[in-house]
C-alpha cells in the first residue's frame, strides 16, 4: 500500500529564514509520481511541482527548491527566505505507475505559518 | 479565466437533510473528482468521473451520491446517510494529457451540520 508521512504538522517561522517541509513515502512501485501543493486560508490547492521516480535532479524555482531522495524515499521542500504570503498548508502526494489521479495519496499536510 | 467554481462556499444543514454541492468547470477537462478535507487530514477520494455519464466510487463513497451529465459539471450529494458529513469539500479536474496526473482544484465548499 502507498503512504506519505508528513512528520511536522505545524512550522512556525519568521519572516526570511530559510524553512524545510519533510515528506517521506512508502510504495512498491518502481515507477511513481511525487508532487507538492499548496493550500492557502483561500482553500485552493495549487499545483506547486511534480516529479517522477525516475528523475532524482533537485529542482529549484525562485526561493522554491525540493530534494527528492530515493534512498531515503523522501522529498522534502524547502522555501528559502520565507515571506508572509507562503503561509499556508502543504501537502506531499503520491501516485503509482497508471498515473491516476483517483490513486493519488495525499498526506496530512504540514500547516506553515510565517511571521513578520 | 479558466477555472473551477464551488457553491456554495459555506452551506449549512440539518442533521437528516440531503444536500448537494456543485462543482462547474469551463476548462474542457475530462476528469474530475470529490475530495473530503477534515482538520489536521490529507484529503481523501469520494467520487471520481473520467467521463460523461459514468463515476467511481473513491475511499469514502458511504452516504455521498454524485452525476456527470454533462462534461463540466460534476454536483456531489451528501446524503443523510453521511455520518459524520461536517468537512471540507474539494472538486478537482484533470484534462487528458495535461501533466500526468495535475489536478486543478476549486475553492472548496465548507459544510456544516447542526
Known amino acids: 500500500a502507498q503512504k506519505v508521512t508528513q512528520a511536522q504538522t505545524e512550522i512556525s517561522v519568521v519572516e526570511k529564514e530559510d524553512v524545510t517541509l519533510d515528506c517521506v513515502y512508502e510504495?512498491?512501485?518502481?515507477?511513481?509520481?511525487l508532487f507538492w501543493y499548496k493550500q492557502p486560508p483561500s482553500g485552493e490547492l495549487v499545483f506547486l511541482i511534480r516529479?517522477?521516480?525516475?528523475?532524482?535532479q533537485n529542482e529549484i524555482s525562485g526561493r522554491y527548491s525540493w530534494n527528492f531522495q530515493k534512498s531515503t524515499s523522501s522529498f522534502n521542500f524547502t522555501i528559502t527566505a520565507s515571506q508572509v504570503v507562503d503561509s499556508a498548508v502543504y501537502f506531499c502526494?503520491?501516485?503509482?505507475?497508471?498515473?491516476?489521479?483517483?490513486?493519488?495519496?495525499f498526506g496530512k499536510g504540514t500547516k506553515l505559518t510565517v511571521n513578520p | 479565466d479558466g477555472g473551477i467554481t464551488q457553491s456554495p462556499k459555506y452551506l449549512f444543514r440539518k442533521e437528516g437533510q440531503n444536500v448537494t454541492l456543485s462543482c462547474e468547470q469551463n476548462l474542457n477537462h475530462d476528469a474530475m473528482y470529490w475530495y473530503r478535507q477534515d482538520p489536521g487530514q490529507g484529503l481523501r477520494l469520494i467520487y471520481y468521473?473520467?467521463?460523461?455519464?459514468?463515476?467511481q466510487k473513491g475511499d469514502i463513497a458511504e452516504g455521498y451520491s454524485v452525476s456527470r451529465e454533462k462534461k463540466e459539471s460534476f454536483p456531489l450529494t451528501v446524503t443523510s446517510a453521511q455520518k459524520n458529513p461536517t468537512a471540507f469539500y474539494l472538486c478537482?479536474?484533470?484534462?487528458?494529457?495535461?501533466?500526468?496526473?495535475?489536478?486543478?482544484f476549486g475553492a472548496g465548499s465548507r459544510l456544516t451540520v447542526l
Open positions: 502526494a503520491l501516485t503509482g505507475p497508471q498515473g491516476g489521479s483517483e490513486k493519488l495519496v
Open positions: 510504495t512498491r512501485d518502481t515507477t511513481y509520481y
Open positions: 478537482a479536474s484533470r484534462g487528458l494529457g495535461s501533466g500526468a496526473n495535475v489536478l486543478t
Open positions: 516529479r517522477n521516480s525516475f528523475d532524482e
Open positions: 468521473s473520467q467521463i460523461v455519464n459514468d463515476f
